[in-house]
């Protein structure tokens, strides 16, 4: 499993296609945030959710073995329970990394993919990962187009 800085920068480095199974089309939820902000900085990413014809303009589709391109990481917004049938579509459809997102620790689905050569990540973000490795720390939290000269409460004390 990777968990080291090099592998990391590594993997988001030469990746470029993610599946992101279990993107919500709900702006508040994590999977969104992370996908747009992949999209964002380059990546182009396939939504994977039976629930959605589109989600962030992006072609939804109802599983991984319905992606009529080569995808390069699976990221899973999954429960851990529900890890291992998505890890056999991405063997499936020859994915290059098996990525369970923070919280999602599915050890056994990791060793079955890392024995059909793939990699696999457990229980870290990629939008997390990317914004430590590459720079793209400030785009943290979420804009809410509020600009004050307002002191914050905080700081007053």
């Known amino acids: 499993m990777i968990d080291d800085i090099p592998g990391l920068r590594r993997i988001l480095k030469t990746s470029k296609v993610i599946a992101v199974v279990g993107l919500?089309?709900?702006?508040?939820?994590?999977s969104y945030f992370a996908a747009k902000y992949m999209l964002e900085h380059g990546y182009t990413v396939i939504p994977v959710n039976p629930k959605y014809d589109a989600i962030l303009g992006q072609k939804c589709y109802?599983?991984?073995?319905?992606?009529p391109v080569k995808v390069d990481i699976v990221d899973c917004f999954r429960k851990t329970e529900d890890i291992m049938p998505i890890a056999e579509d991405a063997i499936a459809i020859g994915a290059k990394v098996l990525w369970q997102q923070l919280g999602v620790?599915?050890?056994?689905?990791?060793?079955?993919?890392e024995a059909a050569g793939l990699e696999a990540v457990i229980?870290?973000?990629v939008k997390i990962e990317h914004g430590r490795l590459f720079g793209g720390l400030n785009w943290c939290g979420v804009n809410t187009k509020v600009i004050s000269a307002k002191r914050p409460l905080w700081l007053s004390y």
């Open 105 to 113: 620790k599915n050890i056994e689905a990791a060793r079955k993919v």
């Open 123 to 125: 229980d870290r973000c």
């Open 62 to 67: 109802k599983s991984l073995r319905e992606i």
């Open 24 to 30: 919500s089309g709900d702006w508040f939820r994590p």
